[in-house]
């Protein structure tokens, strides 16, 4: 059972979908599920909800704020600080429903939301178990990709501001192109298989980010402080082929002993998102883990 749902973050509403399983029986056992970068609680969340509630789990996903159904203007804006907050609020929305019980919460993302929700739970002991599909600090992946280029966004993002403040538009850019051709790296042109195809394709997800993003996420750092998460268990989820792999490899190796990572041989960064062939591994092993840590 789906059920649209709002609830506050600084001031915003988000749009979510609470899903309950069919005749449930006393307060359940909840998870938080996060969209990806760009995306919307309308895909992979969806996906990995729909696995979830058929174990037994009450499961939450929303759109951040900024992004999605949810309030928040320039629409677009990617705030890694505030995403961690909507996490918290998502928590805390959850503690209020009767059919949740309050001490069994936890929480997963997928790429970006997988290492928003680290970031979240390392403060917020709430969550009592932590997981990441396909995680990626969005900050490195961008500067990863054009160095150069992503400097000029930050050094130009305090001018956007002022625009903004004069009373213009906030400035964004596509964070792909419409379609891949020959010369399009394999991580890019995947994005584009699921995005900009009818396989993924969603109105609400347009690709488009505000630039002045950039001032926001540069100061940002997923998993620096990854070991906080401590005692409490963080899963890491990846693709043996994924181009992100390495930062679940880096967050695992950075927690003292209470971190594991969960490779899926064959599959890509984007093939967790929806491919059922990797998705299915991928939620069992979420299954198990969210059972034996939210018992």
């Known amino acids: 059972m789906k059920t649209d749902v709002r609830f506050s973050t600084n001031g915003l509403q988000l749009a979510g979908h609470l899903y309950l399983p069919e005749d449930s029986d006393g307060p359940l056992a909840a998870i938080v599920v996060g969209h990806q970068t760009t995306g919307v609680k309308e895909q992979s969340p969806a996906v990995y909800a729909a696995r979830l509630v058929e174990e037994g789990f009450a499961v939450l996903t929303f759109d951040a704020a900024f992004q999605g159904e949810s309030e928040g203007t320039p629409h677009g804006l990617e705030d890694p600080?505030?995403?961690?907050?909507?996490?918290?609020?998502?928590?805390?929305?959850?503690?209020?429903?009767?059919?949740?019980?309050p001490g069994r919460i936890g929480v997963m993302g997928v790429c970006g939301s997988g290492a928003y929700v680290p970031y979240a739970a390392q403060t917020d002991h709430r969550m009592r178990a932590v997981a990441g599909v396909s995680g990626t600090d969005v900050p490195s992946f961008f500067r990863g990709a054009d160095p150069e280029g992503w400097q000029q966004m930050v050094a130009n993002s305090g001018n956007l501001r002022s625009a903004e403040a004069a009373g213009e538009?906030?400035?964004?850019?596509?964070?792909?192109?419409?379609?891949?051709?020959?010369?399009?790296?394999?991580?890019?042109?995947?994005?584009?298989?699921?995005?900009?195809?009818?396989?993924?394709?969603?109105?609400?997800?347009?690709?488009d980010v505000v630039v002045r993003s950039a001032d926001l996420l540069d100061q940002f750092d997923s998993f620096a402080d990854v070991a906080k998460i401590a005692p409490r268990p963080l899963l890491m989820i990846a693709g043996t082929e994924a181009a992100t792999r390495g930062f679940s490899e880096k967050a695992v190796a950075d927690s003292p002993g209470n971190a594991e990572l969960f490779l899926i041989e064959g599959a890509t960064h984007v093939d967790l998102y929806d491919r059922d062939q990797y998705v299915t591994p991928a939620a069992a092993k979420l299954v198990e883990f969210f059972s034996k840590h939210l018992a």
């Open 81 to 101: 600080f505030q995403r961690a907050e909507d996490f918290r609020a998502a928590v805390s929305y959850l503690t209020t429903r009767p059919e949740v019980d």
């Open 169 to 207: 538009p906030a400035a964004t850019f596509a964070v792909l192109p419409e379609r891949a051709d020959a010369d399009t790296p394999a991580p890019t042109a995947e994005f584009i298989d699921y995005y900009k195809t009818p396989r993924g394709r969603h109105p609400r997800s347009t690709g």
